[in-house]
């Protein structure tokens, strides 16, 4: 999911790596005793805040309000998980299992909230673009990528090369007039642009 940064409020080394496993995209920030930004923090960035319920409510309500302030857009996802341990004994494996039978949960939550975001910008017409013609491989490569998926899956779903890919997201940067893809992705969720032109296409093979 590009755009978004990830942290986790817990001291739970086992609910980090259990997390860490299963949505094995997110970079997921483990925040201790000091309040951690992530890299994609500023005046733009949406930051998906995983909180583990144990943790002191104080400390919760502290670090919710400083990344409040730090991102344009935050978005709480509320950890219940009753047991744990911070040693490896017979209950902390329990924990472990207990934890990844749940984790469908909480990716279910992101793509929940990665939705809600693309959608954000569904209301805005692309009036600065209307030159601009992409193919329609063009725009679906586009609109996987804005999804969030990586040139390696992009290139999977249509069974070519990453080069193949790669090459039309170049394509898709030089129409619009910038010079890599980052900015031209940052632009256009930034402006709220062009979602609504590519989110109606179906794959073009």
């Known amino acids: 999911m590009q755009g978004c940064s990830y942290i986790l409020l817990s001291k739970d080394l086992y609910l980090h790596s259990g997390l860490d496993n299963i949505a094995q995209s997110l970079s997921l920030i483990k925040v201790d005793d000091d309040p951690l930004v992530?890299?994609?923090?500023?005046?733009?960035?949406?930051?998906?805040?995983?909180?583990?319920?144990?943790?002191?409510?104080?400390f919760i309500d502290l670090w919710a309000h400083i990344y409040n302030a730090i991102y344009a857009q935050m978005y709480p996802v509320l950890i219940n998980l009753?047991?744990?341990?911070?040693?490896?004994?017979?209950?902390?494996?329990?924990?472990?299992?207990?934890?990844?039978?749940?984790?469908?949960?909480?990716?279910?939550?992101?793509?929940?909230?990665y939705d809600a975001i693309l959608h954000s910008v569904d209301t805005v017409a692309l009036s600065d673009f209307n030159d601009v013609q992409l193919t329609p491989r063009e725009k679906y490569v586009l609109y996987l990528s804005m999804k969030g998926l990586s040139v390696h899956r992009i290139a999977e779903i249509y069974q070519c090369s990453e080069k193949a890919?790669?090459?039309?997201?170049?394509?898709?940067?030089?129409?619009?007039?910038?010079?890599?893809?980052?900015?031209?992705?940052?632009?256009?969720?930034?402006?709220?642009?062009?979602?609504?032109?590519?989110?109606?296409?179906?794959?073009?093979v």
């Open 165 to 204: 890919v790669y090459s039309h997201r170049n394509n898709i940067v030089k129409k619009f007039g910038f010079n890599n893809f980052n900015k031209l992705y940052g632009y256009l969720l930034r402006n709220k642009m062009l979602y609504s032109l590519i989110k109606s296409n179906k794959p073009y």
């Open 82 to 113: 009753s047991t744990g341990s911070t040693t490896p004994s017979g209950r902390a494996r329990r924990f472990l299992i207990d934890a990844h039978q749940e984790m469908g949960i909480f990716k279910g939550e992101i793509s929940r909230i």
């Open 38 to 58: 992530s890299p994609a923090s500023g005046a733009n960035g949406r930051l998906i805040f995983f909180i583990d319920s144990r943790f002191p409510r104080h």
